[in-house]
């Protein structure tokens, strides 16, 4: 079937959503999402930060949805037309949800571990306000283990329930989850350090925000002073391919890899993850592909040395008098 988003037309699969088809358009059209995650069943739904405008509903129902809607849990009809960007509804509409997730969200950035990774950095930035309105004390939490190599800390939780869903799904027993209700509700568990097993530090990776830290590279570097390189080993519980991350010739991080959507392609163990943090542990396929765009990649180029440009004092003098009269007005 065909739907047009912003103006441009793509074939999908039936029963695909919104969201996934300009995720198939690509570019700046893709509404952002916090919650959902391609790879969890069930997650999406909870953020709001993807809704677009259906200004057209199918070829047999042409009418116009009446109210916006989440584009990763709205199915596309046949002939349906979206506008995300292109929309100014959507835009305010997405400037008002953004307001809505900082409310409680700490100004933490220049602390936090997820700084530089931090999808709600990127919403803040293009669609957030200079100042809040908001005149109420935030709520606050005090940050707790809960797990042996992960810190949970709450104060920076958005709710998108992520981390309850991966564990749901890829491990056996799930020991956390969604205590209490309504503006109490937050995310833990009842016996302290309880989360232990396999795979429990995927959920470190499906964090959008650093609520859910691993506390072996707990301030130890930022990911821009950092050389992501793509490796695998034979691993007996998981895939064994992973992003391992460099200081130096030191191993200070390992994470799964994740595509331009910043989603897992395959979740990791963590044996991987928290044990294997020697190069020699590792075959090394080579650097990792990062968007230019990213400020992980602002170190990595390499250093062109400027020209030297023979200056005129006469001009300069000029200037400079006429910076000093400026000045004095």
């Known amino acids: 079937m065909k739907v047009t988003i912003d103006g441009i037309p793509v074939e999908v699969e039936p029963g695909t959503t919104i969201l996934n088809a300009a995720r198939q358009i690509g570019g700046d059209i893709v509404p952002p999402a916090m919650c959902y995650y391609s790879k969890l069943e069930g997650s999406g739904g909870k953020c709001r930060t993807c809704l677009v405008k ?125 205590l209490n209700r309504g503006d109490h509700s937050e995310i833990s568990t009842y016996i302290t350090k309880a989360v232990d097993n396999d795979f429990s530090g995927n959920i470190i990776d499906v964090c959008p925000v650093g609520a859910l830290t691993d506390k072996t590279f707990r301030f130890k570097n930022r990911v821009w002073f950092t050389k992501p390189v793509e490796a695998h080993r034979d691993c007996d519980k998981c895939c064994g391919k992973v992003t391992l991350w460099y200081k130096g010739d030191d191993v200070i991080r390992v994470t799964g890899r994740k595509d331009v959507y910043g989603e897992v392609e395959e979740f990791i163990c963590n044996t991987c993850r928290f044990d294997k943090k020697k190069t020699s542990d590792w075959v090394i396929e080579g650097p990792r592909k990062v968007s230019h765009k990213s400020v992980i990649s602002s170190n990595h180029y390499e250093f062109i040395p400027l020209p030297v440009v023979k200056t005129n004092p006469v001009l300069m003098e000029a200037n400079k008098e006429q910076f000093e009269r400026d000045t004095r007005l």
């Open 54 to 178: 259906v200004s057209k509903g199918s070829e047999k129902d042409p009418r116009p949805m009446p109210k916006l809607v989440a584009s990763c849990r709205t199915t596309v009809m046949d002939g349906m037309e979206v506008q995300n960007i292109t929309s100014p509804e959507v835009i305010e509409a997405r400037k008002g949800v953004v307001e809505m997730l900082l409310i409680n969200h700490p100004l933490d950035c220049p602390v936090c571990d997820q700084a530089g990774e931090c999808h709600l950095q990127d919403l803040g930035f293009e669609h957030g306000a200079a100042k809040t309105r908001y005149e109420f004390d935030r709520r606050t939490f005090e940050k707790i283990d809960i797990g042996d190599k992960i810190q949970l800390h709450m104060t920076r939780c958005i709710l998108c329930y992520r981390c309850v869903f991966t564990a749901d799904q890829i491990t056996n027993t799930r020991l956390h989850g969604i």
